[in-house]
């Protein structure tokens, strides 16, 4: 049976029923002919715990919509061997560090600590990540002292997704690694973790200026998601 996906609407959650509404993940399940679930089995659960994340923290139904959908089709029948998985985690962590870091960086006025991270060598192991450490503790200690204010929660949305990705499969280094890009990202948010918060202190000249900032990661992040998928 094909599915017409110009049908579906993403919703925020998971639901108990499709005539609820469907999550991304939940939409995936539906189009590969399984039961309701937002874990469906034919999809790799890096890929899955990212597009989980990204959903519940996208903003409204149209983003999740246009940003997500697409991808379903695209990330069916991923489930492969825990080297794939792990892979795909160093993948979630070297986009962390090496392209979201940076366009906040750059948003912050922090250029030269942006480059650092972008001339980092891809981030697939520990080895990698630990040489990644000391440029990314040194880039969050910039962005510490620069007491910038919180912005436009939007662009975390595809960061908290690799966050979780990297770190729920990744090895002890990864944690570490991946920890320090979060915070260097989260610069833009001062270094908050509460995304209410964040929200509620957003201006309407803050998500004006950074819009483009946004539009790039998260065309960037869905970019990201089809790199893990065709591994």
Known sequence: MTIDLTNIVLKHGS?????????????????????????????????????R??????PDDESR?????????????????????????WMALDWLAREC????????????????????????GKESAQDSEDPLMEARKAAIATR????????GYALEAARVAALKYGSSTAWSAAGNAFSVADLVYSCSY??????????????????????????????LVERMATI
């Not at 994340?53 to 996208?58: R, V």
């Not at 910038?148 to 662009?155: L, S, Y």
């Not at 929200?199 to 483009?212: G, I």
């Open 65 to 89: 919509t246009r940003l997500l959908l697409p991808l379903i089709p695209k990330i069916i029948n991923t489930v492969g061997s825990v080297k794939k998985e792990s892979q795909r985690s």
């Open 194 to 223: 509460s995304w209410n918060a964040i929200r509620a202190s957003v201006t309407a000249a803050d998500a004006r200026k950074l819009a483009p900032t946004v539009e790039t990661l998260q065309a960037s992040a869905v970019h």
């Open 53 to 58: 994340s990204w959903n519940d923290n996208l």
């Open 15 to 51: 639901h108990a029923s499709r005539e609820d509404g469907m999550c991304a993940m939940e939409a995936a399940a539906y189009v590969a002919g399984e039961d309701h679930r937002d874990h469906p089995k034919c999809v790799c659960p890096v890929i899955g715990a990212f597009m």
């Open 101 to 124: 870091a940076p366009a906040w960086l750059d948003a912050a006025g922090l250029g030269e600590h942006a480059a650092a991270l972008r001339a980092l060598a891809p981030i697939v």
């Open 148 to 155: 910038v204010a919180a912005v436009d929660a939007v662009g």
